[in-house]
């Protein structure tokens, strides 16, 4: 198939890069890994998305997990419509945000309480600061290729649009900083256990996706997190999850949920917002109290709670908390999955796998799926680029890089899974032409 029209794309990123660094507010949109034109989109219904040019895409992006109800799902814009109109911020609390938390303690039992924030980094960055204030201690353990957010201390071999672009850290960031964090591979049972021998007295937080989606979607291995939850509590180190991207996304109780292991500390975003800016950071009750202001560690932000996120949030979470709605998401992702395996292999491509967990999911140009950072980089990325603009040219939005985990909705079942599988089809024969 030629190359789609995007003269109006093409025209937009033009001006776009006058004023805007790179014509892009956050690096992976800019396609610096995938090469070509971002899509600049004007509209989105259900499973799909529209460009400026007119062309329909199947996304399977999902505004990088946000939109897991489908985009412009009629009970949340009704929901946001609604609350628009009473007010777009206050800078006060609001019922709605009472609400909110105590559907997030329901369903996550281990945020007994929580604090809500504008975006995932900044409820990273604030559930950090929090285990320092508490512990006393000034080191944090990280996992290369796990991404949280855009904090100083955590841009150390971090994956994600970094790795992309080959920056294994950001500059900007003082030696100083980088120092406080330890970094490990991901799954690395033994190195957790000796980095512990070494620095657990030292060790204010383990920060730890637990299920990785910055670097492509990598899973737990068995013993890991539980070892990081065995460690954790003989060293008096807070354990916090990242479930920005998870929370509400893999499960009705996120990762740890289906894992059945009890963080000290959890951060989430993009679902509990709805596709509005929104992020929480929360766990025991002991530790959230040394937040301002009943505690010393201050955090704060002026469109914390806003109303209209919360009202999306709100209406985003009843839907996904309806009986049978994960159960049928997890089903519809991991059929698409076995549908693309299926079309690689009938295509002659062995080296192609894929994995998903709940409505998250994985694709690599590789055997068998990953389980750390090295086994991601050593995947055919030049093959995967060629993929990408296969299926774009066939109508599919695909997340423009090898490094990051793709995301589906509940309106995805049938004809838009179909479609996808159609586009894998011809896409995975000119990829081996």
């Given amino acids: 198939m ?32 995938v090469g070509g034109t971002p899509r600049f989109f004007t509209r989105a219904q259900g499973p799909y998305l529209w460009d400026a040019d007119g062309h329909r895409y199947v996304d399977t992006i999902c505004s990088w997990g946000p939109a897991i109800v489908g985009h412009a799902h009629p009970k949340v814009i009704e929901a946001v419509k609604k609350a628009a109109e009473g007010g777009l911020s206050f800078g006060a609390p609001t019922r709605g945000e009472v609400e909110l938390a105590e559907w997030v303690r329901d369903h996550l039992p281990s945020m007994e309480m929580m604090r809500l924030t504008s975006s995932g ?12 204030g508490y512990t006393g201690r000034s080191k ?44 490990l591979d991901y799954n690395d049972i033994q190195g957790v256990k000796a980095c512990f021998a070494e620095h657990g007295a030292d060790l204010a937080a383990v920060i730890v996706e637990p299920v990785a989606g910055n670097m492509n979607l990598v899973r737990p291995a068995p013993g890991f997190l539980e070892t990081l939850r065995d460690e954790c509590t003989k060293a008096g180190t807070v354990l916090i999850f990242d479930e920005v991207m998870t929370g509400f996304r893999v499960g009705a109780r996120g990762v740890q949920g289906l894992m059945n292991i009890t ?38 932000g002026t469109l914390s709670g806003n109303p209209v996120a919360v009202a999306a949030g709100l209406a985003t979470l009843r839907i996904v908390s309806e009986a049978g709605f994960f159960e049928a998401l997890t089903k519809t992702t991991s059929e698409l999955m076995q549908g693309l395996v299926q079309k690689a292999r009938a295509a002659g491509l062995e080296a192609f796998s894929a994995d ?49 985990a793709g995301f589906l909705s509940i309106q995805h079942q049938g004809e838009p899974v179909a479609e996808i599988l159609q586009a894998a089809e011809g896409a995975f024969a000119e990829v081996m032409a």
């Fill in 2 to 33: 030629t190359q789609q029209n995007i003269s109006t794309s093409q025209a937009l990123f033009d001006q776009a890069q006058r004023t805007i660094p790179g014509g892009v507010n956050s690096p992976v949109r800019a396609f610096g890994s």
């Fill in 121 to 132: 980094t900044e409820a990273t960055m604030s559930a950090i600061r929090l285990a320092r």
């Fill in 140 to 183: 944090v353990l990280k996992f290369e290729g796990c991404y949280h957010g855009h904090v100083d201390s955590l841009l150390v071999k971090a994956g994600s649009g970094l790795l992309t672009f080959g920056n294994p850290t950001s500059a900007g960031v003082p030696p100083s900083f980088a120092a406080e964090t330890l970094v």
């Fill in 263 to 300: 963080p000290d500390l959890t951060t989430l975003g993009k679902v509990i917002g709805g596709g509005m800016p929104m992020g929480a950071f929360g766990g025991r009750k002991d530790i959230m109290l040394k937040v301002a202001p009943v505690g010393p560690v201050y955090q704060a």
């Fill in 356 to 404: 998903s967990v709940g409505g998250m999911f994985g694709l690599y140009f590789s055997q068998e799926c990953p389980k750390a950072m090295a086994d991601v980089t050593n995947s055919d990325r030049a093959r995967f680029n060629r993929f990408f603009h296969a299926m774009l040219n066939r109508g599919v939005y695909l997340a423009p890089s090898a490094y990051e």
